[in-house]
């Protein structure tokens, strides 16, 4: 049995060849070398002389001539005393990279704009529910009493906003920009993007 890659011999039984390490099994795929398109940059140089230094590999050639110096020869050196031994400097630990805090803004239509930088509740006048913990708490100003208490959860997710309507009384609405309106079913997430238009009740908040 041989290698199907390089074409070695393989013992009996053997899973992986001893020379390249491939599998028994594998099948060797034929590469398609596709043309790089962007323009060509490099600058074409002619190529080099052949080597025209003496020694056992490389021999002198005949049509370079040796350059003989007649410089008096440099003056030697004076000594110089060794250096002292520098104590090791302490080893300093790396300074841990912060990634970047990706914030959102909601400016609501009672004028109030606030930074949401992590997860939260919104509403007149939000609470926590037994267990849980959330970053902000943001309430809305509404005496018509419109927007439900807690009204909606949100959060992030990497680099994404998303709300989850909280089985409020009138219910969430996203009207994304440029986009058809949603109905946010109660319980369950959707990702915002910056510039929806978020309705709760009689009052609303623009994402950005």
């Known amino acids: 049995m041989n290698c199907r890659v390089c074409g070695s011999e393989l013992p009996d039984g053997a899973m992986f060849c001893g020379e390249c390490g491939s599998s028994v099994t594998v099948t060797r795929v034929r590469?398609?070398?596709?043309?790089?398109?962007?323009?060509?940059d490099t600058t074409i140089v002619q190529p080099l002389p052949g080597p025209a230094v003496a020694g056992p590999n490389f021999p002198v050639r005949a049509d370079v001539t040796p350059v003989v110096s007649d410089a008096p020869d440099a003056p030697a050196l004076p000594d110089v005393p060794?250096?002292?031994?520098?104590?090791?400097?302490?080893?300093?630990?790396?300074?841990?990279?912060?990634?970047?805090?990706v914030s959102f803004r909601f400016a609501l239509s009672t004028g109030e704009s606030v930074a949401i930088t992590g997860s939260g509740l919104l509403g007149r006048r939000p609470i926590t529910q037994p267990g849980e913990h959330v970053d902000q708490l943001v309430s809305v100003t509404d005496h018509s009493r419109s927007v439900s208490k807690t009204h909606l959860e949100f959060g992030l997710e990497g680099s994404e906003l998303w709300i989850c309507d909280r089985y409020s009384g009138n219910g969430t609405v996203l009207r994304p920009l440029g986009g058809r309106a949603r109905l946010c079913e109660p319980g369950r997430r959707y990702r915002v993007p910056r510039g929806t238009r978020v309705e709760i009740g009689d009052h609303y908040f623009d994402v950005s």
Do not use: H, N
């Not at 590469?31 to 060509?40: G, N, T």
């Open 31 to 40: 590469r398609r070398v596709v043309a790089d398109p962007r323009p060509s």
């Open 82 to 101: 060794p250096v002292a031994d520098v104590p090791p400097v302490a080893d300093v630990p790396p300074v841990a990279k912060v990634p970047p805090v």
